[in-house]
């Protein structure tokens, strides 16, 4: 079976520039999550996904993060403008029925 | 108040050690615990669930302690493969959300 796959692996920015990342969950997941994890603390939630809906997006900062699951399958995330602060490795995970959540590798980004 | 909170480590033990991580939870709401790992550079992975009855994989054992919203994970005879960072993960509400730690790093040394 195949895993959740992410992309890029690795991204460089600069503040101020706009930044997406791409997600394809495990086949048949119809929950779909965004985590953020700086380094040294644990993945913290920023949107999780039923199909094509928005569950939870109370972590999100919504001034410059959005994502989208258009088609209720891949989705992506978006940062505009990316600040220093959003140096982190963005995690997508996807879960079937349980409390069990799949993680894709990540995006490692820098701000600089 | 963090929701969930770990010891801030980190572990260093010899091989053959037995290791115990402790956890907190602040939401007595919290329906469901696990234990996950996350090797240098890797996403986290499912170790275990932790059940109020207690549960043993192996050489893991998780303790669950919902009276005092304490979480445990106890390492027997460690291994070099056991280095890792392990997260303290409590789970509630009908989204299913789940509440990460900050992780503890253990280095299991020759």
């Known amino acids: 079976e195949a895993g959740v796959a992410q992309s890029p692996r690795y991204k460089i920015i600069e503040k101020r520039q706009s930044v997406a990342f791409w997600c394809n969950p495990i086949s048949g997941h119809a929950t779909l999550y965004w985590y953020q994890q700086i380094l040294g603390q644990g993945p913290k939630l920023l949107i999780q996904f039923q199909n094509n809906g928005v569950v939870d997006d109370s972590q999100l900062p919504k001034d410059r993060f959005s994502a989208e699951r258009l088609k209720g399958v891949d989705s992506t995330l978006k940062i505009q403008p990316a600040k220093l602060e959003d140096s982190a490795v963005y995690l997508c995970?996807?879960?079937?029925?349980?409390?069990?959540?799949?993680f894709g590798p990540g995006t490692r980004l820098t701000v600089t | 108040r963090k929701e969930v909170e770990q010891d801030p480590g980190p572990f260093n033990v010899p091989e053959g050690a037995t290791v115990a991580f402790n956890c907190t939870y602040s939401n007595s709401a919290s329906q469901s615990f696990f234990w996950y790992r996350q090797d240098c550079r890797k996403e986290p992975k499912l170790l275990m669930s932790v059940y109020s009855s207690g549960n043993e994989d192996g050489r893991f054992t998780a303790q669950l302690n919902r009276a005092s919203q304490y979480i445990s994970l106890l390492i027997r005879d460690s291994k070099l493969s056991d280095s890792a960072t392990y997260l303290c993960v409590a789970a509630g509400g009908s989204n299913y959300k789940l509440t990460f730690g900050k992780g503890t790093l253990l280095t299991v040394n020759p």
């Open positions: 995970a996807s879960s079937h029925i349980s409390y069990e959540q799949y």
